[in-house]
Every structure is written in structure tokens, then in C-alpha cells.
T-cell receptor
Framework: DGGITQSPKYLFRKEGQNVTLSCEQN?????MYWYRQDPGQGLRLIYY???????QKGDIAEGYSVSREKKESFPLTVTSAQKNPTAFYLC?????????????FGQGTRLTVV | DQQVKQNSPSLSVQEGRISILNCDYT??????FLWYKKYPAEGPTFLIS?????DKNEDGRFTVFLNKSAKHLSLHIVPSQPGDSAVYFC?????????FGAGTRLTVKP
């Protein structure tokens, strides 16, 4: 079955450490996204990528970095520069060019800074 | 800059009645709108969508209405069921830039 997989489901990080969240999809989708959800808040866009080797900043890109070396993979690195990294992170993908279809989401990664 | 807004954080309705969830947007470049349903600790799942060239789209119990001049869309659920209790997000597309509202928590009481 095609889908989008995020790993790990739970992640603990010490302050000052970088950590990378994995997102893999086998849907042959061109566009991929990273969102952050905080308690009681909606989904805020961190980064998105329309094609391989290209990505754009979203609303809250500071303290995060991404890469898109393969169509299937869009890892997100939470750097030590991110002041409040504890949150629920969601990865999504859609077909491109903008065929106007729904996004498929992974199950999310809950990151906790300890 | 919140380009997609859901001003009601929560909504409670009785089973069998209509649920109406509202969403406003500020960016006139958005041309496709979607509603997602989300349970805790899971990714959102797609519910229904509407193109900016339409003003209504219906799928079973779910209907989305779009008022472009008011930059407003709404999701109607009729009849509401307890299983509909979840957080509902509206989303909007501009090319491949997809933005979400803050969500509305719907509670359907038996």
C-alpha cells in the first residue's frame, strides 16, 4: 500500500542537540511539506518542497533545515537554534504540478526536549 | 501572518443536528480549499474539497460552501454523528503553498 511514513513516532532531545525527523513517501508525489502543531494550535508550515533539490521556507522556518535529495524523502532537522522545539511534527505530500488534490499526511512525530 | 483563519476554537452540537464550521482567508490567490479531520496524535485525513470556480460541493453528509467575495468557506455536516467528534482544519492552496487554519474542535453529543 502506498503511503507516507514518519519516524520515529516519539523523539527526545537534549537541549543544544540537533535532531532529524524522517519522512518517506511511496506515492510518487512531487510536493512534500513539514508542519508543526502546538497544543491548542493549528498546523503551521515550516518548509515545503515542490521538486527534488528545491525547497521553500514556510511561516516558521527559523531553527529548521531540510533537504530533498530524493523524491521519496524529505527529512527535517531541528537545530539547536530552534528555541521551542517541543511540538508535534507532521509531514505531508501532494501530487505536482498543482493538480489540486488532497494532501496525505504521516502519523506524526512528537518531539520533546528534555 | 495567519492567511487562513478559523475563529471558533470549539463547537458542540447534538447528535442528528447540523454542524457548521467556518473558515475565512485573506489571500485572494488561494484557488483550492480543503477540509481535514484530525484525531489526537494522528495525521489529518482529507474530508472534502472545493475549487474556487465552484460555490458548493457535496459528499454524503458533508457539504462545503465557498463565498469568494467574502473570502469565506464553511463545512456543513448533516446529520451530525458522535463519530464526527474531532478537530477540523480548513486548508487553502496557492500553487503548492498549502496553509491551514488553527482548527475547530467539534463535539457531537449523543
Amino acid at each position: 500500500d502506498g503511503g507516507i511514513t514518519q519516524s520515529p513516532k516519539y523523539l527526545f532531545r537534549k537541549e543544544g542537540q540537533n535532531v532529524t525527523l524522517s519522512c518517506e513517501q511511496n506515492l510518487n508525489h512531487d510536493a512534500m511539506y513539514w508542519y508543526r502543531q502546538d497544543p491548542g494550535q493549528g498546523l503551521r508550515l515550516i518548509y515545503y518542497s515542490q521538486i527534488v533539490n528545491d525547497f521553500q521556507k514556510g511561516d516558521i522556518a527559523e531553527g529548521y533545515s531540510v533537504s530533498r535529495e530524493k523524491k521519496e524523502s524529505f527529512p527535517l532537522t531541528v537545530t539547536s537554534a530552534q528555541k521551542n522545539p517541543t511540538a508535534f511534527y507532521l509531514c505531508a505530500s501532494t501530487r505536482y504540478p498543482a493538480e489540486r488534490t488532497e494532501a496525505f499526511f504521516g502519523q506524526g512525530t512528537r518531539l520533546t526536549v528534555v | 501572518d495567519q492567511q487562513v483563519k478559523q475563529n471558533s476554537p470549539s463547537l458542540s452540537v447534538q447528535e442528528g443536528r447540523i454542524s457548521i464550521l467556518n473558515c475565512d482567508y485573506t489571500n485572494s490567490m488561494f484557488d483550492y480549499f480543503l477540509w481535514y479531520k484530525k484525531y489526537p496524535a494522528e495525521g489529518p485525513t482529507f474530508l472534502i474539497s472545493i475549487s474556487s470556480i465552484k460555490d458548493k460541493n457535496e459528499d454524503g453528509r458533508f457539504t462545503v460552501f465557498l463565498n469568494k467575495s467574502a473570502k469565506h468557506l464553511s463545512l456543513h455536516i448533516v446529520p451530525s454523528q458522535p463519530g464526527d467528534s474531532a478537530v477540523y482544519f480548513c486548508a487553502a492552496y496557492n500553487n503548492n503553498d498549502m496553509r491551514f487554519g488553527a482548527g475547530t474542535r467539534l463535539t457531537v453529543k449523543p
